[in-house]
């Protein structure tokens, strides 16, 4: 019998603990971090996806057009910016001077939104990041910057990083007519 009890117990600490570790309250929870946005990105309206596989880039311009439904978005072709750019230039992120000049002259492209999405060994196993900076293609300015972290969800990220720069742009643009009003 003590045999039995010491195996019950021994049974019943394991669950406990396991409950505990599993609990959602434990667990990392998704987040947004160096969040920030410049008003102008409201105006970019032609924008080509960097960075991300054709899958993941489809997902990313869902989110993104959902997100701005009243704006006009246009999204360029994958298969043009690598026409014009070749494909090592877009794999190694090489966008100076001149190669941001060439996609806005040819293209029409008024922003570009660079992403990296890689593992975070923080958040837990199965932990990735998000990263996204939306680029002026002429001046080369950061619009907007975003990391999400969370689990392996291609389209969770793509869904908080967008609603997160949507938030903080609007918020900018309601602060910014409240700053503009005259005080009665």
Not at 49 to 69: C, D, H, K, N, W
Request: with cysteine.
């Amino acid at each position: 019998m003590n045999v039995r009890m010491r195996a019950f117990r021994c049974v019943s600490i394991f669950f406990v603990l396991m409950s505990a570790i599993l609990t959602p309250g434990c667990a990392p929870q998704p987040s947004v971090q160096g969040l920030f946005t410049r008003h102008e990105l409201l105006s970019r309206g032609r924008l080509a996806v960097l960075g991300l596989t054709e899958e993941q880039e489809q997902l990313l311009m869902a989110s993104y057009i959902r997100a701005f439904p009243l704006r006009i978005i246009t999204f360029v072709e994958r298969y043009r910016l690598k026409d014009i750019l070749g494909e090592q230039d877009l794999l190694k992120g090489r966008l100076d001077d001149n190669t941001r000049a060439k996609i806005r002259k040819i293209l029409g492209v008024e922003a570009l939104i660079m992403c990296t999405y890689y593992d975070d060994e923080a958040f837990g196993a199965g932990g990735k990041k998000l990263r996204i900076r939306i680029v002026d293609s002429e001046t080369g300015a950061i619009l907007g910057s975003v990391i999400t972290i969370a689990g392996d969800n291609f389209l969770g990220h793509c869904e908080m990083a967008v609603q997160a720069l949507k938030k903080d742009l609007y918020s900018k643009q309601q602060t910014q007519k409240l700053a503009n009003e005259p005080i009665p």
